[in-house]
């Protein structure tokens, strides 16, 4: 009786550790939603926010204009009809998605890895490391994506029904929100499914991270070319390549134009276009685009908060993914893989955002980068390390040259 009544007082203390962490998490969140709009506003929060609000007025749920078909402004047009057309509703919705994003992705680690220790050093990651703050604080649909991810991620690793269910229901949601997404889970599965089939074979696990990170690399690139044209029946590479859109009003940033230089406008299947991009996409943005600003609020944002986090979190991120494990790690590398893929790509089509559209994949980056960290995998360890910050500086020199 008494070591049964203290399992129950263990529990109790963990459940309310948990509740506390969570609520502070939140907390955390909510301040930041507050504080963001002096900071930075998105346009597409702009846009989000009076679509959101002619659906609440109308009541036409998904159909009031283009972009009201997808379903992000759908949930928020439903919760200012139901609540108030307030974006901060919104932004108190990404803090609970944000919040059992990191709850779920512990659980998923925990079930993965078996280890709890770095279960719990995940957990922390998910819930306080800046730039996943960040992301709960604005009401960008990046978030909600994120946590479709996370319950996909989760899902997998319960390998029973139930987590069958979440996966799919999961997958419903990305797609729901972004039809892009039918690609990016299609391929993930596949990928996963392909990393656990060489599990059995001779060939060694960097082996195995090689082939299928080329397979997704080549899938995704040939999405993005045939990909022709956007949701408004523009045509996307052509108007990428040359820099203006249908009506010419120019669709590249300074940092898209100097990527622009390395690409072959007129044969798409050039390799440099193969190449490029998710080159770029890894370093990118720099973290010297926001320290060199005299903005205190854009060295914050773009120097610390979405770029040298980034940094420090990718080659542990590398180191995880050549652990080896079960089918369910392997489909865990395979979807922050595919979105990061996906997202570099970008500047092959409409939608050049390559940073923003990898947010959804943050997440799972910075949990990988704690499964990384304790990660021993001896010469490659510091192979990866020595490699990556070689390379990460020789990239920032080349960008001062630029800039």
């Given amino acids: 009786m008494q070591l049964a009544a203290g399992r129950d007082e263990g529990q109790s203390y963990q459940i309310g550790s948990f509740a506390f962490l ?33 659906i609440a007025g109308s009541f036409e749920f998904g159909t009031t204009n283009t972009f009201a078909a997808f379903g992000w402004h759908t949930i928020i047009g439903g919760l200012y009809y139901l609540i108030a057309p307030d974006p901060f509703v919104i932004k108190i919705l990404n803090s609970i998605l944000g919040v059992a994003s990191a709850f779920l992705l ?18 922390y990651a998910g819930l306080f490391l800046p730039p ?22 989760y899902g997998v690793s319960r390998r029973d029904m139930r987590g069958v269910i979440w996966a799919v229901a999961a997958m419903a949601l990305m797609i729901w929100m972004r039809k892009s997404y039918v690609f990016v889970m299609a391929l993930a599965v596949v990928g996963g499914g392909l990393f656990a089939a060489m599990m059995g074979s001779r060939l060694s696990v960097p ?40 009506r010419g009003y120019t669709t590249l940033s300074r940092n898209d134009m100097i990527v622009l230089q390395y690409l ?52 542990f991120a590398v180191i995880a993914m050549f652990r080896s494990a079960s089918f369910a790690h392997y489909m865990f590398v395979a979807v922050a893989v595919g979105v990061f893929l996906a997202a570099a790509y970008t500047v092959l089509t409409g939608f050049p955002e390559t940073e923003r559209y990898r947010w959804p994949m943050m997440p799972l980056l910075f949990v990988l980068a704690t499964v990384g960290f304790y990660t021993q995998i001896g010469s490659r360890r510091r192979l990866i390390l020595w490699g990556w910050w070689v390379s990460a500086i020789g990239f920032n020199a080349y960008y001062l040259t630029l800039i």
Avoid: C
């Fill in 106 to 123: 512990a659980g998923a680690v925990n079930r993965i890895y078996g280890n709890e220790n770095i279960a719990l050093a995940a957990l």
């Fill in 22 to 54: 969570a609520v502070l998490a939140f907390g955390i969140r909510i301040l930041a939603g507050l504080l963001l709009p002096e900071i930075i506003v998105y346009d597409d929060e702009i846009g989000y926010h009076r679509d959101a609000v002619q």
């Fill in 264 to 315: 072959d406008r007129d044969n798409i299947l050039n390799p440099r276009n193969f190449i490029v991009p998710p080159m770029r996409a890894l370093y990118t943005p720099s973290p010297i685009r926001g320290l060199k600003s005299t903005s205190a609020n854009t060295i914050i944002v773009e120097g610390i908060v979405r770029s040298l986090f980034w940094y420090i979190a990718v080659p």
């Fill in 207 to 246: 082996m195995r991270v090689l082939l299928i990170a080329a397979l997704l690399t080549v899938s995704t690139f040939a999405a993005a070319v045939f990909q022709r044209t956007d949701f408004y029946g523009n045509t996307k590479v052509g108007r990428v390549l040359s820099g203006v859109d249908d």
């Fill in 132 to 153: 996943l703050i960040f992301l709960s604080a604005t009401i960008l649909k990046e978030q909600a994506a994120a946590f479709g991810l996370s319950l996909f991620v």
